[in-house]
């Protein structure tokens, strides 16, 4: 059980009756993102009358007593590994790195060296935000194993809280270069459909009513041989395999994908053709909005001189 750092405790008023447990929580502690308050919701430390809370969704009632308890950081204790890391950006607050395909993000069963967070930790040591957990370290948003390009690593707390509140009103630019299957008769257009877990494969993701609300723009950058096309996609919000699924649904799987692609791919790949190749935030220091780029790598633009 971890040592308890704080724990808060607040009485509902009658101006913020029906109000839900989340909004109330989050104006009442505006110091945190609510990533983190949704994740000490899921660890049964926010209650509302002695009561651990299950869904965010709750509606309050003049009087209810709303406590929330804020964990000590855990030590970190991931082995750190000597791995070159391709920097693109470094200060005191954040780090922006180019992922190569291939390369797993943060340890987790299976994966639990080699990754990212790994190479990470022997580059800046404790200088890594703690807000997602000993697994986590510094880690505000993933790309997939097999999808290469720019990730923004946080080097403290001020940084992560900062930086997940731009992702989560999705005003993070992220654009992403693709090779899809069958060519389009349009030049542009916009895929908004929810996406959620599969039921049948935990490990997949699909198009789902009641899933989260997920919307990709995508734009033709060129027709290419055998019924290929290079487009570039924009995503307005982030979720789990997005431009996968959501080129998919509408007949335009990705090159290489295993998952949501034939069965059969006419060439020997690693994984789909996908590299986040511009990443645009707010500069959670000084306020200014800073863009990265990075070039199509050598595994990308091998398969595009081949089909062009």
Do not use: W
Request: hydrophobic share 35%; aromatic share 6%; glycine share 6%.
């Amino acid at each position: 059980m971890e040592e308890l750092q704080e724990k808060k405790f607040y009485i509902v008023e009658d101006d913020e009756a029906g109000c839900r447990i989340d909004k109330f929580i989050a104006e009442h502690m505006p110091d945190q993102s609510r990533s983190y308050l949704k994740s000490l919701i899921e660890k049964d430390m926010i209650s509302l009358n002695q009561k651990a809370i299950k869904k965010a969704s709750v509606k309050l009632k003049t009087g209810d007593e709303v406590s929330v308890i804020i964990p000590e950081p855990v030590k970190l204790e991931i082995l750190a590994e000597n791995i070159p890391l391709e920097i693109v950006y470094e200060d005191d607050d954040l780090i922006v790195v180019n992922k190569p395909q291939g390369m797993v993000v943060h340890p987790a069963p299976g994966n639990y060296t080699g990754t990212l967070v790994n190479a990470l930790m022997y580059h800046c040591g404790d200088s890594l935000s703690s807000i997602n957990g000993v697994m986590r370290p510094g880690i505000v948003h993933r790309i997939d194993k097999d999808t290469s390009g720019l990730l923004v690593i946080c080097k403290n707390d001020f940084a992560h809280k900062d930086l997940a509140e731009q992702f989560a009103v999705h005003s993070i630019n992220r654009i992403y270069t693709a090779i899809v299957y069958n060519h389009f008769n349009e030049e542009s257009g916009t895929i908004s459909k929810p996406i959620d877990r599969s039921k049948n494969d935990r490990k997949k993701m699909c198009i789902d009513e009641d899933g989260r609300h997920a919307v990709t723009h995508y734009e033709i950058k060129q027709s290419l041989h055998n019924n290929f096309t290079e487009i570039q996609c924009k995503l307005e919000t982030g979720r789990t395999h997005q431009i996968r699924v959501h080129m998919a649904s509408i007949g335009h799987p990705l090159l290489g994908d295993p998952v949501y692609g034939p069965a059969k791919c006419p060439y020997t790949l690693n994984g789909q053709m996908l590299h986040a190749g511009t990443l645009g935030f707010i500069h959670p220091r000084t306020g200014e909005y800073v863009e990265f780029n990075s070039p199509l790598p050598d595994y990308f633009t091998k398969i595009l001189n081949l089909l062009s």
